[in-house]
């Protein structure tokens, strides 16, 4: 089989480009794309355009097979059709997973606890983080400002990062009726505790550093912090450990993010959106056979051969600095997840913002930003539902 691969555009220009580009062809019925590695955000966009077609129809894709999501598979199907699969056929889907970073040094020189030992203990929660950060502050200039030049117990951003702690604390904004279909149903209770818990560790702990904007300059700000011994703690993607890690002097060791509290019975873990790629097949194509036996091949091998080599060899131990981080990664994938809110958040009203949303303005009224947000969502959630139950 020949295969002609057409390179995507970066994130910051893949709607506009390449998005564009696949829509127009499909639109156009020129056939130029049989496959699409859309990423894992804006893949809805053209799900609801009708452009990409239920991918349980292919001949020769078995999705209940190991080398496929199948959490993904059951969140994302609705109205029984499924318009993405993620799997082993990529590798960004683990790569991209959220993990907390934590900095040897700076934990001996703290004469802080074994992290590893608390995350099998079922102890690494959202409450121990805060606890063991709040005094970590260290002046290291003498100026009497804290900033990017100093010691913190942790660095966090109210953008992207703080979307991770939804998935970590089991959160669900949706439900289903009992004909499988979406409904609003947010836990508000739990959803109040986390804003108050993170705008506590955002804008009120000394130990935490509040990164200013999102994007690549604050990631930039915040990985040099940590490579130069002035954080415990960075949450951010998997790959920054082969990266921008791979040369750092000081040894890291890696943790998943913390549960919600002692209660919750596993860790989960987030993977980054705007990295993550869903696998995706135009609407017109007319090598159904070629394309499903293309992609349970293509996936069937990665599973033997690519992850293996990926997770056992370069993840656990080039990239890993002890025996220990292998075991927290096994942790790490094993909680790899995905719910309805999070991959469709852009195309039901963006209940997924919603620590962002809170946060990023320095607020902690939830129940004010529900109020407010209540109607939007359910309007942008029945047009997809409605959208959908209208497709052929």
């Not at 002609?4 to 156009?28: D, F, H």
């Not at 902690?364 to 209540?374: I, L, T």
């Not at 539902?385 to 052929?392: F, L």
């Amino acid at each position: 089989m020949n295969l002609n691969i057409i390179l995507g555009a970066t994130w910051e220009q893949w709607i506009g480009t390449s998005q564009a580009s696949v829509r127009r062809s499909i639109l156009a019925g020129d056939k130029s794309y049989d496959l699409v590695a859309d990423w894992a955000a804006p893949a809805p966009n053209l799900m609801l355009e009708g452009l990409y077609m239920d991918i349980k129809q292919l001949p020769h894709l078995d999705l209940s097979q190991p080398w496929w999501n199948k959490n993904l598979t059951e969140e994302a199907e609705v109205g029984g059709k499924l318009f993405f699969a993620a799997g082993d056929l990529t590798t960004t889907n683990l790569t991209s997973a959220v993990v907390f970073f934590f900095n040897k040094r700076v934990q001996q020189e703290h004469d802080l606890p074994d992290f590893y030992q608390t995350v099998i203990d079922g102890k690494w929660t959202n409450d121990y983080l805060f606890e063991i950060t709040k005094n970590i502050a260290t002046d290291l200039n003498g100026d009497g400002t804290m900033n990017e030049n100093d010691l913190f117990g942790i660095a966090l951003s109210p953008y992207n990062i703080v979307d991770s702690f939804l998935h970590s604390s089991n959160i669900r904004m949706i439900s289903r009726e009992a004909d499988g279909m979406p409904v609003l149903d947010a836990e508000h209770e739990k959803l109040n505790q986390l804003v108050q818990y993170l705008y506590q560790l955002l804008y009120e702990s000394n130990g935490s550093f509040t990164l200013p904007g999102e994007g690549p300059d604050m990631e930039v700000t915040q990985a040099g912090m940590f490579k130069n011994d002035q954080l415990l703690f960075m949450p951010s993607a998997l790959w920054y450990s082969y990266i921008l890690y791979r040369d750092m002097e000081t040894d890291y060791g890696i943790l998943p993010m913390p549960k919600f509290n002692e209660n919750q019975t596993g860790y989960y873990t987030k993977v980054w959106s705007d990295v993550g790629t869903f696998m995706c097949v135009p609407i017109n194509i007319d090598k159904q056979e070629l394309v499903g036996a293309f992609l349970e091949a293509a996936a069937f091998e990665n599973h033997i051969n690519v992850m293996p080599a990926l997770y056992e060899i370069a993840l656990k131990v080039k990239f890993s600095r002890d025996d220990m981080s292998s075991k927290m990664l096994d942790i790490i994938r094993e909680g790899i997840y995905f719910n309805f809110a999070g991959i469709y958040n852009h195309s039901i009203g963006q209940p997924w913002n919603v620590l962002r949303d809170i946060l990023s303005a320095r607020n902690n009224n939830y129940a004010s930003w529900y109020e407010r947000q209540e109607q939007r969502i359910e309007t942008a959630l029945d047009r997809f539902i409605e959208t959908i139950q209208n497709m052929d």
